[in-house]
């Protein structure tokens, strides 16, 4: 009897395995792309069933162009440009939605000390990036556009969900942050689908992982290597996790030789100098946004403070030019978050 219930328990303990297998093996990728914020939104799902992988990245897709219509300083018909126009003038009502997003960003400028600073809008078109030809302005229209930037400026009331500028010509550029915001949003989506393993994208810059591949523990990405396009600089494992990128390279001016980046730091009102890329590892997408670009901005030990209490936060830097003098450099605890030669991630002289 008992050589009978042993070989019973082995017998549906296999058959339990081969079912197992058989329901990963099932398992299909699915992947769409749609033009979206200016770049690609991109959703890519691994499911048994053809119709509900489709059904969910149409309807993740479509929340991210709802967002993009929410927050686009493009459009001049979304809430946040009629925002942008009236809040210096009146207090504007905005929606539950918009002020919450308002609201989110007051935090990451208050959290950073000012690094994170999304009303940097009017320094932004000053330098032209939101043209086909940026060029450095002269002095005296930078420091215009400073007078009109500052999140110290933009103020809540919460009771009646207004949202008012304290200067003429101030605008929020959701640029540092609409593109994780929109990549949460669409992953939740997702998740209410019933969609347990997928990445969500924003034009490859901004990435959510939901659960892992069939085959894999984790989502496994190439981290951009800003000095050669066909060797990347390391790799990133996620999982329920996000990735978001932030470099020189990705868009900049370049004037009498010298190549300006598109992230200005709020308190100079100048593009950041020093810095060629970051590299920033959150629980979600709009985190990971945000902040990249307040760590493009920090001195390494600045940044390091933000996250060294709870080490949730991963981070990995390429300081310095880019080139062959780039500097690697990643939080101490994030050995676990990035592969990264080890040869390239040693210590060097911090800014």
């Not at 749609?34 to 992988?53: L, S």
Request: hydrophobic fraction near 40%.
């Amino acid at each position: 009897m008992r050589i009978r219930t042993r070989l019973l328990a082995i017998t549906l303990a296999g058959a339990i395995t081969a079912l197992t297998a058989a329901a990963t093996a099932r398992q299909s990728p699915f992947k769409e792309t749609r033009r979206i914020m200016g770049t690609f939104g991109e959703v890519q799902v691994y499911h048994q069933d053809a119709g509900i992988a489709q059904r969910a990245i149409s309807s993740a897709l479509d929340e991210m162009l709802r967002v993009d219509r929410l927050l686009s300083n493009y459009d001049q018909t979304s809430e946040l440009s009629a925002m942008n126009r009236e809040a210096a003038k009146a207090p504007f009502r905005a929606s539950d939605e918009l002020f919450t997003f308002v609201k989110r960003c007051r935090g990451y400028f208050t959290s950073t000390g000012g690094a994170f600073d999304p009303s940097v809008g009017p320094l932004v078109r000053a330098w032209g990036f939101f043209t086909p030809r940026p060029a450095r302005p002269s002095n005296a229209n930078i420091a215009a556009a400073k007078a009109r930037s500052g999140f110290d400026k933009v103020q809540l009331n919460d009771a009646d969900r207004t949202v008012s500028y304290a200067v003429a010509g101030l605008e929020i550029d959701p640029g540092g942050i609409g593109k994780g915001y929109a990549v949460d949003r669409a992953a939740d989506i997702l998740k209410r689908s019933g969609i347990t393993s997928a990445l969500v994208s924003a034009g490859g810059s901004t990435v959510y992982a939901i659960g892992h591949p069939p085959d894999r523990s984790a989502w496994r990405l190439a981290i951009q290597n800003p000095s050669s396009r066909e060797h990347p600089l390391g790799f990133v494992l996620l999982r329920d996790a996000a990735v978001s990128t932030s470099g020189v390279s990705q868009k900049s001016v370049v004037v009498d030789g010298h190549r300006y980046s598109h992230i200005f730091d709020p308190r100079t009102g100048e593009p950041v100098e020093g810095m060629c890329q970051v590299t920033v590892v959150t629980a979600n997408a709009t985190d990971s946004d945000a902040l990249t670009k307040a760590v493009f901005i920090l001195r390494r030990a600045e940044a390091s403070r933000l996250f060294e209490r709870e080490k949730r936060v991963h981070m990995l830097r390429v300081e310095g030019a880019c080139g062959p003098d780039q500097r690697i450099w990643q939080t101490p605890w994030s050995s676990g978050a990035f592969e990264v030669d080890a040869g390239t991630a040693g210590p060097a002289p911090g800014r």
